[in-house]
């Protein structure tokens, strides 16, 4: 039975996997905004292994789970469903999007220098306009259509807050091609050559810069200021 009458099957019943059953179990007895805890769901469902993980498998189709890091009023123990995603129980559930293997997940991170697409907050980093918010970076498909469906070129990496915000904006030629025009002549050069890098033989200074937006603000912090007095000697 699917959902198009209102009624949800039962999770207790229903034949079907684990993940189904977590999905239905957090619509039914959590629900859209409520909050739970992980030993509540492994009580619910007592014997299965990897419970934790079946949950997760759920975000890459649009549902979104929220921990004390992303919301400082959960507890440490506690999470809380922000948004019911994909109906993933509904027998004409078509999944639109394929889970994104750890390592192009990875790739298309390190190629984004660990930063969201929309707004540019690093990974780690507290947003501008709220530091009690510390991002979180996932890989979403920007235009998932064509041969090409899965490929780097269509996967962005983009920051939580961004994602519930209404997605990512199709990425337009005419956009990039604005930004280029206003660069001075040395920042193309420099821009020529990124662009005509492989994601394999990056130029030094950009894997340098990649390596360093993996550390903490405090490492950065020493990092720049060791470079500063490196090249105050010069």
């Known amino acids: 039975m699917g959902d198009s009458d209102g009624q949800l099957p039962d999770w207790r019943t229903i034949s079907a996997g684990t ?20 030993q509540d769901l492994r009580a619910a469902m007592p014997g299965i ?27 440490a123990d506690e999470l809380k469903l922000a ?4 109906h993933v129980w ?26 969201c697409a929309s707004c540019g907050v690093g990974g780690g980093e507290t947003y501008p306009d709220d530091n009690s918010q510390t991002a979180q970076l996932m890989v979403r498909a920007v235009d998932a259509s064509g041969p090409d469906a899965g490929s780097r070129s269509h996967l962005v990496t983009q920051c939580r807050r961004c994602s519930k915000a ?11 091609r604005a930004a280029v025009s206003e660069l001075a002549p040395e920042d193309r050069a420099l821009l020529l050559a990124w662009l005509n890098a492989s ?35 010069e």
């Open 19 to 38: 993940k189904v059953r977590v999905a239905l179990w957090l619509a039914t007895e959590v629900g859209e905004g409520g909050t739970f805890r992980i």
């Open 49 to 75: 292994e990897q419970i934790d993980r079946r949950m997760r498998d759920l975000r890459p189709v649009g549902w979104e789970l929220e921990t004390y890091r992303e919301n400082p009023r959960l507890r």
């Open 83 to 86: 948004r019911i995603g994909d």
């Open 90 to 115: 509904d027998p004409a559930y078509q999944q639109k999007r394929t889970a994104i293997p750890n390592r192009l997940r990875l790739q298309v991170m390190e190629r984004d220098g660990f930063r």
């Open 166 to 176: 209404g997605g990512l904006p199709r990425l337009h030629a005419s956009n990039a």
């Open 199 to 233: 994601s394999e033989e990056l130029l030094p200074a950009v894997k340098a810069y990649l390596a360093c937006r993996q550390l903490s603000t405090s490492e950065r912090h020493a990092i720049v200021a060791e470079l500063r007095e490196e090249l105050a000697r």
